[in-house]
């Protein structure tokens, strides 16, 4: 498998990533986005399942908020991360 190998066939947004996933792509953070929003499981849940921290969960939300899935790139988040995080320590601007 390459670096860049698509993802296995039937992953899709509503599948959810294996428990034990370590490199978070867009499609795999906006899955878990999606069952936390629709309510298929809880924001705790996920947090432990995944290993994942609520702020991390909380600026992924952020980030679709503000520019849709492509924000969930690694490379989005790390330019945008300041404004993502801006929500939370100076009220919603």
Do not use: H
């Amino acid at each position: 498998m390459s670096f860049m190998s698509p993802p296995p066939p039937g992953f899709g947004r509503d599948t959810l990533p294996p428990d034990d996933t370590v490199r978070w792509v867009p499609n795999r953070k906006a899955a878990v986005l999606s069952a936390i929003n629709d309510g298929s499981i809880s924001l705790e849940d996920a947090c432990k399942r995944w290993r994942l921290s609520l702020e991390e969960i909380q600026l992924w939300q952020r980030a679709v908020d503000k520019v849709g899935t492509p924000g969930l790139r690694v490379t989005r988040v790390q330019i945008y991360r300041s404004l993502f995080e801006s929500d939370d320590s100076n009220g919603k601007k």
